[in-house]
């Protein structure tokens, strides 16, 4: 990739639960357009370092993050998303018993960028399109969807905030191959609309051939970083992550 300016710089984040340094002084950047994919073993601390920057559901202990240019750890959630940070969530967060349309609608409405109720439901549906969910299931209930549309509705609601860094974690989890192959098209069309990512996943394959560099870490410490086929044979990443697979 041609180097550009980080449009996201995360320095020195650290999270602790009692005696429990879950994320250790974990720094990184990502440059507008880039994909850096985090890997790691169960408990490694990728969702907590997630949880930490987003501050959902907890701060940092410490740390700074610069967000084109201007520090923003101090900020709410809300006033991150409104910055341009979005996330979304190993489970899919919906509300159930609202149609897939007004999920994305709450998002939209969060923003102010509509205005009248009828451009706040077009900017919802475009979001919609945008993640590839059918037309013909905008009303249905969240509820009565599967699970891959859920996520759909999901993904949709964080793009409906118009970010510029999108947060996504593990959103391979409990999909199909076909499902996963849909997945991987809509991350690099998302990259292609101008979003950098973040995207913690298990599934080596997605996450190998998507990412432009891979970040991998073990007991809440970056232990490696670097291009993704490097990254994979770093012996380090074998044994912590890989060889606990295998």
């Known amino acids: 990739m041609t180097p550009h300016a980080p449009i996201l710089t995360v320095s020195g984040v650290t999270k602790s639960f009692g005696s429990l340094r879950a994320v250790d002084d974990v720094s990184f950047a990502i440059a507008p357009r880039e994909i850096l994919g985090i890997a790691g073993p169960n408990g490694s601390g990728k969702s907590t370092l997630f949880n930490a920057i987003t501050r959902i559901p907890f701060a940092m202990d410490s740390g700074t993050v610069v967000l084109e240019g201007a520090q923003v750890q101090g900020l709410s959630a809300h006033q991150l998303a409104a910055r341009g940070l979005a996330r979304t969530f190993q489970r899919e967060a919906v509300f159930p ?11 939209v409405e969060q923003t102010g960028r509509g205005g009248s109720f009828r451009r706040n ?49 593990e959103p391979a989890s409990s999909l199909t191959p076909t499902e996963i192959d849909r997945l991987r098209g809509l991350i690099l069309h998302l990259r292609q609309m101008g979003l950098a990512i973040l995207l913690i996943e298990h599934v080596l394959e997605l996450l190998t051939g998507v990412s432009d560099r891979l970040m991998v870490l073990d007991q809440g410490r970056v232990i490696a970083m670097g291009d993704p086929s490097e990254v994979v044979r770093n012996p380090q990443v074998i044994e912590a992550y890989l060889g606990a697979a295998a």
């Open 121 to 169: 439901v077009l900017l919802a549906e475009q979001a919609l399109d945008i993640v590839g969910f059918p037309a013909t299931l905008h009303n249905w209930a969240a509820a009565n969807l599967p699970v891959f549309l859920r996520k759909l509705v999901m993904i949709a609601g964080a793009i409906a905030l118009d970010p510029k860094v999108l947060l996504m974690d």
């Open 97 to 107: 018993t609202l149609s897939a349309v007004d999920n994305v609608l709450l998002s």
